[in-house]
């Protein structure tokens, strides 16, 4: 089973096997936070990642503009590194291979364009990757962990 490593000096983040979903993000929210104008974003099962040091981990929204929403963005309380996204639904935990300190050039590339909206401004991807308007239309959330 591959294991993809990520994290920082002080918290090591460990992601068992493949993603359940792997895209590149065009929503709003992931612009915000990470500044990029697209973010590889990949989705595990929510017991397939783990942390080493879960006391050394600080959470916040991930999406400002719906803090009670399930999603948590995990830093680093020693130096701020951002760690993972956490679902408070326990579904699934969530890697941004270029941002969380993972070899991204070792990371599988994303599958899909995901949350692209014509209004935004700028041409649809033309990479022969699919392009939807939200998640792929068969993924499927995982039940709770």
């Known amino acids: 089973m591959t294991t993809y490593k990520g994290g920082c000096d ?24 990470t500044g990029q104008h697209t973010t590889h974003v990949a989705f595990y099962k929510y ?8 006391e050394l981990v600080a959470r916040q929204p991930f999406n400002a503009d719906n803090p009670g929403g399930p999603l948590e ?6 130096c701020g590194s951002p760690l993972m996204l956490d679902d408070k639904e326990k ?33 649809k991807p033309s990479d022969g990757r699919p392009v939807y308007e939200g998640l792929r239309p068969d993924f499927t959330w995982p039940a709770p962990a």
């Open 10 to 33: 002080h918290v090591h983040v460990h992601a068992e096997g493949e993603p359940i979903d792997n895209h590149e993000c065009h929503c709003n929210v992931c612009k915000n936070v």
């Open 47 to 54: 017991g397939d990642v783990t942390v080493d040091h879960p």
């Open 73 to 78: 963005l995990c830093t680093c309380t020693e």
């Open 91 to 123: 579904r699934i935990r969530v890697a941004v291979p270029n941002v969380m300190g993972y070899d991204d050039a070792a990371f599988p590339n994303a599958d899909y364009h995901a949350f692209y909206d014509d209004s935004k401004g700028y041409e």
